[in-house]
């Protein structure tokens, strides 16, 4: 069993920056954040394989959101930037072991982190 743990989320004023990690006790294949508001589904925001060549960014935070991991650190990070008083949510991590893929909605993927949570003032 894998464990996530998230960091670095609190506040920020509007057009603010924020750098959000999260590591894992062990091996995973793809790495993922997703996000939830209060009154709001769960969302996807970015995922990343192992060995960072595949990534994908979901479109409401393209070119303001990148996702990056560490390998050697089994973390994975969110450098968040330009945020605006809609990406206020609580953050997860979530992650999958060998062979097994990221979804989009978080279903199936086996391991989650407890979350940290993202406040915007604007």
């Known amino acids: 069993q894998v464990q996530l743990m998230e960091s670095g989320g609190g506040s920020v004023q509007a057009g603010g920056s924020l750098r959000l990690s999260c590591e894992a006790s062990?091996?995973?294949?793809?790495m993922a954040w997703f996000r939830q508001a209060p009154g709001k589904e769960r969302e996807g925001v970015a995922s990343?394989?192992?060995?960072?060549?595949?990534?994908n960014v979901a479109d409401s935070v393209k070119g303001r959101f990148t996702i990056s991991r560490d390998d050697a650190m089994n973390t994975v990070y969110l450098q968040m930037n330009s945020l605006k008083p809609e990406d206020a949510a609580m953050y997860y991590c979530a992650a999958t072991g060998p062979l097994t893929f990221c979804t989009r909605s978080g279903e199936g993927m086996p391991y989650w982190g407890t979350g940290t949570l993202v406040n915007i003032s604007s």
């Open positions: 062990g091996y995973t294949n793809c």
């Open positions: 990343i394989y192992r060995g960072g060549r595949r990534t």
